[in-house]
């Protein structure tokens, strides 16, 4: 560690981990979806997750479904409609204009908090969102939000991918009241259950049996997702949930990495300055924002 150089808070390199097993699930989910339909993809995710989940529980030591089980399932069902909009957006989307739509859900995480009684909107948070939500835009210059593009906006994958933000929000709020009682598997395996039993009548009628290197990609989307929810349970039990979020603003930079590196995509010039005012935004959110309501 550098001399003066204070080590990041827990919350904040828990968010950002998060954040990259994310981001590299997305990737993984993109090149799946060529040859698998959606929601067996989601089925595959939710089975994995279950088994993972039972496995780390026996290890952990950690017994029974958790105490809020009204919570728990509402986490459950919320997740699972996050992951099969956000799952379809990507496959019929471009990359970052999908995961840019789906960084919205800060704004609905904040207003769901807020109606909530949980925190309020105050100043630093409020700049970290508006500027993070700016560099987000700058990054991705969607048509369907410029009206620059040539092509006619996908519509369904538009209305997914915004449904997956709001659905989102209601997650990460779940999220941070779940981590004061909940042992953070627990939330996992009811996303888990609640996406391999609701997916599961949509994947049949469609199904295609993997082939090769399918089963590597499904392996990989079920390990990163899982880390991911993870290592997000633990962050946001420790920080309001408006604020934590807004670290999450970092997947479109690595979204724009992946583009180079995977996808031979050039970025625009404006990637280079949305990913700073990311940053920006997600340094701001560390030292300052939400204030909680007092009770």
């Known amino acids: 560690m550098t001399p003066g150089l204070p080590a990041p808070p827990s919350w904040l390199r828990l968010m950002l981990l998060g954040t990259l097993w994310f981001s590299l699930a997305q990737v993984a989910i993109k090149v799946l979806a060529q040859r698998l339909p959606v929601m067996e993809i989601v089925t595959f995710r939710g089975l994995w997750g279950v088994g993972l989940c039972v496995w780390m529980m026996r290890r952990a030591g950690v017994v029974g479904l958790g105490r809020r089980k009204g919570l728990l399932l509402l986490r459950g069902l919320a997740g699972f409609a996050t992951m099969s909009c956000s799952f379809y957006s990507v496959t019929v989307l471009p990359l970052t204009d999908a995961i840019t739509l789906y960084y919205l859900h800060p704004v609905f995480t904040a207003v769901f908090s807020a109606m909530l009684g949980r925190e309020r909107f105050w100043g630093r948070t409020a700049a970290a969102l508006a500027v993070s939500l700016l560099g987000a835009l700058c990054i991705a210059r969607p048509p369907v939000l410029f009206g620059a593009g040539p092509a006619e906006p996908h519509l369904l ?126 340094l701001v959110s560390s030292i300052g924002g939400a204030k909680p309501v007092p009770a």
Do not use: N
């Open 157 to 282: 994958g538009i209305a997914a991918a915004v449904l997956s933000a709001v659905c989102a929000g209601v997650v990460l709020v779940s999220l941070h009241e779940l981590g004061r009682t909940e042992h953070p598997l627990i939330p996992t395996l009811w996303v888990s259950l609640a996406a391999f039993s609701c997916s599961l009548a949509g994947s049949i009628p469609v199904w295609s049996m993997p082939q090769g290197t399918d089963w590597l990609f499904i392996a990989a989307i079920g390990i990163l997702t899982q880390r991911a929810q993870l290592d997000l349970t633990k962050g946001l039990a420790l920080q309001p949930a408006g604020r934590a979020s807004i670290v999450g603003y970092f997947q479109i930079v690595f979204a724009g990495l992946w583009g180079v590196l995977l996808f031979q995509e050039t970025p625009h010039w404006t990637f280079y300055l949305g990913a700073g005012l990311i940053v920006a935004g997600s």
